[in-house]
DNA sequence: CGAGCATATATCAAACTCGACATATTCGCT
DNA sequence: AGCGAATATGTCGAGTTTGATATATGCTCG
């Protein structure tokens, strides 16, 4: 179910192909979802700061369990909407929330 | 069309009235809202700096200028994914984006 | 081992967002 | 004022995301 992202490409018409352009996409998309991992990574941290089941973090933000499951694994059908609302449902502050865009992921590639 | 959010609420069982729940609710609203507009803001700002038309960034992003004034007017209905990902579209980086996100949109209130 | 609880994965209908198009409205220019 | 380009607003079908539910796996403690 990854491919959501190949999927959304070719919805937007990109010919994956064309150097450049799929170059620039590239970008785009891996930043895209390096801010993903960051958000879901912080979701976690921040519900089990708070000793918090996900079945509770899950009715706090009106949601479940499972999608709450989701949200921590940065799965890709969930959008960096609910990923945000749900940090912010954890207390977060937007300076906060922004910090955690900004941050690295992992931390091991160098070119 | 501005009620998508209190459509939200209601789906999500949260009762408007509930004074805890309901003040918690509001500002977490209230910071995606922001979030929203300094998103809109900026993209309008790169791209009128990258002396384009919202019909050519609408190709560029495979879009339609529709969709581009929506995103710049940060209609409601426009996701915060989309926002972003316009965002780098036009070249800005996950660290700007994470600048922008925590920029004060206005610059009013005291309380 | 077995029970109880937390988390992961799959499926589905309903709600939502998307791009496209049609149609205003506003802006810049002569 | 009048024209043309740019931008704003409304609608719609198609495709995506969501919350609920069911089920599976994993973990701890007796």
Redesign the interface.
Known sequence: MKKAKQKRLE????KVGGATDFL?LS??EA??V??KLALADSVRRRRRARKLTQAQLAKR???SQSRVAKIEAADPEV???LL??TL??LGA???Q???V??KRTGSKEAA
Request: glycine letters at 6%; hydrophobic letters at 45%.
């Open positions: 919805r937007a018409g990109w620039e970008k785009e930043a895209l390096e801010m933000i009106g949601s959008s960096i909407d945000v609302r912010l449902s502050s937007r300076t929330v922004a910090k865009i900004a």
